[in-house]
């Protein structure tokens, strides 16, 4: 068996997702998984480190690291409306944002880049992980906070206030789904070896979805103290058909993320079927 690293979030989309490729529950045609479970942030910092061969990455972090890491096309996060929230401890109009002091979960996220699409005066931005953003803005030591996964479930029953659905605005002005985030192999793995990962990627999303309940205790198991609800609402929102393959308009979302940034590529993005 050949073993490689891969690295993906403990949250309930990815676990659900990665559950048959890591155990065993589908052929890996040779290859053995050595999982490493980080926050997207995180995940992030170790792919702009090159430290890992397979990888859950922010669309916004792969648009600076194209030049590294090529996309699978299975595996993605495509959101309709379900979006980053910027919320706070009052109600809060959009003219007040600009001056007001945000609580980001990294610098490097999708959430981030969303913020900056909707607010772009809002630069007094503070890093958090995503899992503390809520009682930040709670305990006062940030104006708004930017939340992500399940706390968008979470908030209005803490006493917080929505200020906007950043990914309900960005579907406004684009038209396009919201390109949160995607699997990313480094680009200079061998072609053979990137096409099996995706192949096989594809073939663990079919497996979830054909065997719903089979990965249910690897999710509980990494959910920490989400209640099992939540968790269902989070897997039925994050994974859907674009997680099978982002199709044209994932490929749009991406394209159209990267010209926000000004960013031109000149390579493939994605790994070929």
């Given at each position: ?34 999982v ?12 702009f ?17 194209w ?46 880049f ?8 809002a ?6 992980l ?13 104006d ?21 659905d ?57 959910a920490?103290?989400?209640d ?14 674009n ?10 979302a ?7 940034l ?12």
């Open positions: 068996m050949e073993k490689i690293k891969i690295g993906y979030s403990p949250c309930p989309n990815d676990t659900f997702i990665f559950d048959a490729l890591v155990h065993g529950k589908i052929d890996t045609e040779g290859l053995e998984f050595e490493h479970h980080a926050d997207v942030e995180e995940l992030n910092r170790l792919a480190a090159g430290e890992l061969p397979i990888c859950k990455l922010s669309y916004h972090a792969f648009a600076h690291l030049k590294d890491y090529q996309l699978l096309r299975a595996g993605s996060a495509l959101g309709n409306n379900c979006g980053p929230l910027l919320v706070g401890a009052r109600p809060f109009g959009a003219a007040e944002v600009a001056g007001a002091k945000i609580a980001i979960p990294g610098q490097h996220t999708t959430a981030n969303l913020l900056s699409f909707a607010f772009p005066g630069q007094n931005r503070q890093e958090y995503f899992s503390d953003i809520e009682g930040a803005v709670l305990g006062g030591q940030v708004l906070g930017l939340l992500i996964h399940e706390n968008r479930f979470t908030y209005a029953q803490r006493g917080l206030h929505k200020v906007m950043l990914g309900q605005h960005w579907e406004e002005q684009t038209g396009l789904p919201i390109p949160l985030g995607g699997i990313a192999v480094r680009r200079d793995l061998p072609e053979e070896l990137k096409q099996k990962i995706g192949r096989l990627l594809r073939k663990s999303v079919e497996y979830a979805f054909a065997h719903p309940r089979a990965s249910a205790e690897y999710v509980a198991e990494h920490q103290e989400m099992a609800e939540v968790c269902q609402l989070h897997i039925n929102l994050y994974v859907t058909e997680s099978i393959d982002f199709g044209p308009k994932g490929e749009a991406i394209a159209q993320l990267m010209q926000s000004g960013i031109q590529a000149d390579l493939p993005l994605w790994v070929a079927i």
